[in-house]
Structure formats: C-alpha cells, structure tokens
C-alpha cells in the first residue's frame, strides 16, 4: 500500500486538530504549508512545517503544491484546510492541482452559495430553517440592495430593535477589507455605533453585502456549534454537535468557541441535513445556530465550507475527523467501510482555562454539569496532545496560551453578562 501525505494548509488549531486526529488514527507524519510558524504549531513536532510567505497568492500556492506532489510520487496526497480564503482558492484552481490530491471541501458554485449568508437564508427557507430576520446592506452605487442612506428607514420598516448583530455576508470578502474598528462580529448598541462602521464600509467601496441582523436572546450559552459531512456519493456520514459554554471576545476573534459541551440535537442534525442536500453539498461543514431563551426555537445563523477550528471536539466525541475523510476519498487506507456516524460522547472540550469558564457560567445547573463531565471524563484541549506532540517547550507553551487567553477576557469580556456581549 502506498503511503500518505497529508498536508495541512495554513496552520490554525483547526488544521492542527485535524492532524492530531489523522495521527491519532493513523500515525502519519503530516506536512503543513504556512505563512508562518503560526501560533498553534510552534514547539510542535507533530509535523514539519514548509513555509511559503506568498500563500495567499493563489498561483503561488498552487505551484507549492504541485511541487510537493512532484516531490512525492510514490505517495497517495491528501489536502485539508479550514481558512475560507483558502478554500476558496482551492477550488477555483482544482482544475490547475495534481489530480492525486484527495480534498474534502465543496467545489467553487457550492461555496460561493453556502459561503453567502443570504444565499444560505434562501436555502435553509426553502427546506423549512428558520434564519434570522436580516437587511443585506450593500455599498456600491450600482449595487441592488439597501444603500447606507435607505438602513435606518429600512430597519424601522421591519421593527428591528438594538442590539442588531452585524456581520459580513461574504467571510472570505471580509478577509481582505481593514478599516477601523473591523471585528468578526460587530454588536451594535445604537444607530451611531451601526452608521459609524457604515460609513468605513462605504469608503471601501466593500464588494459584497453586510448583514444587519436581529439578536435572537440569549448569551453565548444558547449558542450551538454542528459539524457534518456529506460525501462524493452524496451520503450524509457525520453529524456532531454541542452547546457552546464561553465564546472568545477579541475583536478579531468574537464568536468562536471557546468550550463547548458535546451532545446529540436530534432536531438540529434533521435541519442541518436538509440543507445540505438543498445545496448538493461536499465536504466538511460547520453550522452556527442559537436556541432563543425566549422561545426555544432553534435559528441558524451560517454554515462554514469547512470543519471549524474546534473540531477536535467531534473526534473526542467519539468520531475521528480524519477517518470520515479517509473513508471517502482514500479508501483503501481504512479497514472499516464508510458508514453514517453520530459523534454521541459526552466531552467537555475546551482551550480556555477550566477555573475560567466556570467564572463565566452564570446556570448554576450548567455550572454543575460542566463539572460533573469533567469529573467523569476530564477536558478536551486540542493542543494538548502527550501521546504525539508532549514536548516539555510544547507543554510549557500551552500552557502559556492558557494564560494569555486569560487576560484577554479580562481586557475584553472582564464579566459575563446575559447577551455574551
């Protein structure tokens, strides 16, 4: 049997969970091609790193891998990445790559229509998902849509009322743009605060929409985080999923998880599902939805072309990430056949510091849970890897990440508070 060579692209915890995993299952020594050393590989000898300082130039990235490949012709090559940019690009040039690279992500008309907030609105609708009540804003004067000038009639026309959440439509559009005050997700308390970001957004000129969207109530405890795939035969094979605990609160980084408590939401996987057979979709996806605490009805907010940076949860759960790929695309490397899978385990699964998030549950019903699963079956943190990754620097420096995430809700989020803003 040949041997494999899987390479991750762009080095954030995302990829790197998804190399524990393939390490885990099968020993291999993966490769990643980044930027940088990034902050989640460094000290780590999990893999080796090939650094590339113009990844982001798609003719440079696909001469990289090509090259890899040429370098290895004996070997079967598998290619994964969770940034959208990156995926974007990879589809857009498939046709240009070494047809022996094996990628588990959707091809360039699928991405461009899931990636798209609206065009996901359109499709959950159409099989029956409720999304949030939404005004896509758009910023060129030829563009059809609601201008700056029309938003304040047009969110009193709907009834919306602050906070309204405001967030790109296009993620790997966002990616490029920079103007002040720019965060993942923005939480805007007044018409000033909205106009403000409306006008930078308007200088730019920016290409796609910006969505102006209710705030389903709850905090960040209501939020849930779901990941799928859906293979080249069209089979739906993983479904996992949990309650989000404590979200991360930096500007460039609101609304990730942080912690999450892993669980089966029969109802949501059923949502999920349909979308993604609205779409034909391939690939990893990671879905985002909110359960009100007013309502308790479920509202999906996006879904991701790929696995999500905490994707480790869903292998602690019980289903290895990287056998769900393998399974489909290489095959002969795998001695159980594919078969749908539900990641059912229990597992607290959290980068933040336990004394922390506890700090941070304000459900002491929650709270007693939290505590009791971790009694049972410890913490999941996805850097911490002492089978194949233990390094006395790659400890000591995990644990370093710990406390500097630490003081970054100290700076930014210094209490919790019952919106999670």
Request: hydrophobic share 40%.
């Amino acid at each position: 049997m040949k041997p494999v060579l899987l390479v991750g692209l762009g080095g954030d915890i995302g990829v790197y969970a998804f190399l524990r995993a393939a390490h885990e299952r099968y020993g291999w020594r993966p490769m990643v091609l980044s930027q940088n050393i990034t902050t989640f590989g460094r000290y780590s000898q999990l893999g080796d790193w090939l650094i590339e300082p113009q990844i982001h130039t798609p003719a440079v990235l696909v001469e990289r891998l090509n090259e890899i490949a040429a370098k290895h012709p004996e070997h079967d090559l598998m290619l994964f990445t969770n940034l959208d940019w990156h995926v974007r690009a990879l589809a857009q040039h498939r046709s240009d790559l070494d047809p022996r690279w094996a990628v588990p992500l959707c091809d360039l008309a699928t991405f461009d229509r899931v990636n798209s907030k609206v065009e996901f609105a359109k499709a959950c609708a159409a099989v029956g998902v409720r999304t949030p009540l939404t005004i896509p804003v758009v910023f060129r004067p030829d563009a059809a849509g609601t201008h700056v000038s029309d938003v304040t009639a047009r969110i009193k026309e709907l009834g919306l009322e602050y906070p309204i959440i405001g967030k790109p439509a296009m993620s790997a559009d966002w990616f490029a743009a920079s103007f002040p005050g720019k965060a993942k997700i923005h939480h805007f308390e007044s018409e000033a605060e909205l106009l403000e970001i409306l006008g930078h957004l308007e200088k730019l000129r920016y290409g796609s929409e910006f969505l102006l969207q209710e705030f389903v109530p709850g905090d960040e405890t209501h939020m849930r985080s779901l990941t799928a795939y859906r293979d080249s035969k069209g089979v739906i094979t993983l479904l996992a999923g949990g309650q989000v605990l404590l979200e991360e609160h930096t500007p460039g980084t609101m609304g990730i998880p942080a912690a999450i408590l892993t669980g089966v939401d029969e109802g949501a996987f059923a949502d999920a599902s349909r979308v993604l057979e609205e779409t034909n979709y391939f690939g990893f996806a990671n879905f985002d939805y909110k359960v009100s605490s007013r309502t308790g009805e479920r509202v999906f907010f996006e879904v991701n072309p790929r696995i999500g940076r905490n994707n480790y949860y869903v292998t602690a759960a019980g289903v290895n990430v990287a056998k769900i790929a393998v399974q489909d695309l290489l095959p002969h490397h795998e001695s159980e056949p594919a078969a749908p899978a539900v990641a059912t385990g229990e597992i607290l699964y959290s980068v933040a510091p336990f004394r922390l998030l506890l700090r941070y549950l304000l459900d002491p019903a929650l709270k007693a849970k939290v505590k009791a699963v971790r009694a049972k079956s410890g913490l999941v943190h996805p850097l911490k890897y002492p089978a194949g990754d233990g390094s006395l620097k790659r400890r000591a420096y995990v644990r370093a990440l710990g406390v500097r995430l630490a003081s970054k809700y100290r700076k930014y989020y210094p209490k919790p508070t019952e919106s999670g803003f």
